[in-house]
């Protein structure tokens, strides 16, 4: 056997990401990437073709598929003695139940592969078993990749029974124009949710009547999606209680995601609220009944004056998944937002069992997460006496520097007192060095004699990163000319191994 560039830098179609369970069909997938030899090669792709492992089988016969689909280049495909084992495993894998999808590999991956590979010259037209084999995999209306594999399969049968002279088989046929038809409605459907019209509305509301279950799903998903859940989430209650097991797809997984809980918080995981009312709107923030009710239940929660509530509020207000899960528009709750933050930055840091998943100081960094976002130039004291707060957790001076960070970009005028506070993250050698890095981060590009002379120190510090960084900072305040001779007496004792970009600015300035 040989092997290519074109299967050494292939991992599968189907199955990327998925780990096998046994050591020894590891190390036989393992052989199936460089470094290896042909030898090697094929013996590992040939423990994977014989297993008894679905995903390794799979995995085999997407590389057959691979090379045959680039034998054109090289001549022949380099596991072409082995077809008909191929083909013999394919079917085996079609005659048995669908993958069940996981969050690796999706729904039905090892029909997928198998209909790949035997729509290359392994069908049989006038064998019943694989015609009735493609036949119930269309009958599924699968959606995705393995739709498209089982219509190629199927039409390649249609196209070998009608070159035989035969009449293309009825069953066959009707299933292919009934997938076809399914895919083009759900396609509409798709194309239906992005209008927020009423008449798409209703139209969207029809086609969950739909004959096809499939644009029942792909209409129900829409409505799931932005603020029309809001107005419809009975509906969609009572749609799902009505789809059957076997009718899985994309679409049904988001209804079901948008009926299930959103998040609990940033960093309050493992407490509630602490009264029963509040921990009522706590529910409603995470699965909101209405829009109403769900704004009601935010502010419920700001106002409360309760800690580990305010906190869980202002957490929905700036997690993506949060507030504005479904298309809410949160702008007329910034002032109220940012004025709590302001308050809870005023108060002591909470106390670590109010928030076990992260400790101490929850409290400040969900108030710096609304100051990163929405903070103004009145704010850079609040936002300076963070970073410089002595003893504060690690979680905090994080959160603290990415607020600085996002607040110098967007203020027009960089605050000194903001940019002087950065430096204490930057050289306490007690805290991570990401943690200082994203410190230097927050300088470059500034307008600052004060941060072009943090960075010039940081040029000039102990440790390599900040060196690095502070180096990079110059650079991108054009301040090379400036200190040439420093910056190149710094880079030119950098390693060789100091990071791709260092190396970058070393080449340049050497």
């Known amino acids: 056997m040989f092997t290519t560039v074109f299967l050494l830098e292939f991992q599968s179609w189907y199955w990327r990401g998925r780990e096998l369970g046994d050591p020894e069909l590891r190390r036989a997938y ?19 073709l014989r297993s008894d492992d679905t995903a390794a089988r799979g995995i085999a016969l997407d590389f057959y598929d691979r090379g045959e689909m680039t034998s054109r280049f090289v001549g022949a495909n380099a596991f072409e003695e082995y077809e008909d084992e191929v083909f013999a495993v394919a079917r085996q894998l079609l005659r048995e139940p669908p993958w069940p999808g996981d969050e690796h590999t999706s729904r039905g991956a090892n029909h997928a592969s198998a209909l790949l590979v035997l729509r290359r010259g392994g069908l049989d037209c006038d064998d019943a078993e694989d015609v009735n084999a493609v036949a119930a995999v269309v009958e599924r209306m699968p959606e995705g990749e393995l739709g498209e594999n089982a219509l190629m399969a199927a039409r390649t049968l249609l196209e070998d029974q009608e070159e035989e002279g035969e009449a293309p088989d009825p069953r066959l046929t009707a299933l292919v124009t009934r997938l076809e038809a399914c895919e083009a409605r759900v396609e509409e459907i798709a194309d239906l949710g992005d209008d927020p019209g009423p008449e798409a509305t209703a139209a969207l509301v029809r086609a969950t009547e739909d004959e096809e279950w499939r644009v029942r799903q792909q209409a129900a998903a829409a409505l799931a999606s932005g603020e029309r859940f ?4 009975a509906l969609l209650e009572r749609l799902v209680e009505s789809w059957g097991a076997e009718e899985e797809s994309d679409a049904r997984d988001e209804v079901h995601d948008a009926l299930g809980d959103g998040p609990h918080s940033e960093y ?11 921990r009522a709107a706590h529910r409603e923030l995470r699965s909101p009944t209405g829009e109403s009710a769900h704004r009601g239940a935010f502010r419920t929660l700001l106002h409360s004056g309760r800690p580990v509530a305010v906190g869980i509020a202002l957490d929905h207000f700036h997690h993506e998944d949060g507030l504005t899960r479904f298309g809410l528009d949160d702008a007329e709750h ?18 670590a069992d109010l928030s076990p998943a992260v400790g101490a100081g929850a409290n400040h960094a969900s108030a710096l997460d609304i100051v990163q976002e929405l903070g103004g130039p009145e704010d850079a004291d609040v936002l300076a006496a963070a970073l410089r707060a002595v003893g504060a957790p690690a979680l905090v001076r994080d959160r603290a520097v990415r607020a600085a ?5 967007r203020w027009e005028t960089p605050d000194e007192e903001v940019v002087a506070a950065l430096e204490g993250p930057i050289f306490d050698g007690s805290l991570d060095m990401d943690i200082r890095t994203a410190a230097v981060d927050a300088l470059f590009g500034l307008t600052s004699p004060r941060a072009a002379a943090v960075c010039l120190r940081a040029a000039r510090a102990a440790e390599l990163p900040i060196q690095v960084q502070g180096v990079i900072g110059l650079t991108s305040m054009s301040l090379v000319d400036e200190h040439r001779d420093l910056l190149r007496e710094v880079v030119a004792a950098w390693p060789d191994d100091a990071g791709e970009r260092a190396l970058d600015i070393r080449a340049e300035l050497l």
Do not use: I, K, M
């Open 268 to 278: 309050w995981e493992g407490r509630e609220p602490e009264t029963a009312e509040l």
């Open 405 to 409: 960070s996002a607040c110098l970009e």
């Open 334 to 351: 910034a002032d109220e937002a940012l004025a709590a933050a302001r308050d809870v930055l005023g108060q002591p840091p909470s106390a």
């Open 230 to 233: 809001y107005a419809h989430r």
């Open 30 to 48: 393992d052989a199936l990437n460089p470094p290896t030899t042909p030898e090697e090669f094929e013996q590992g792709f040939l423990a994977l």
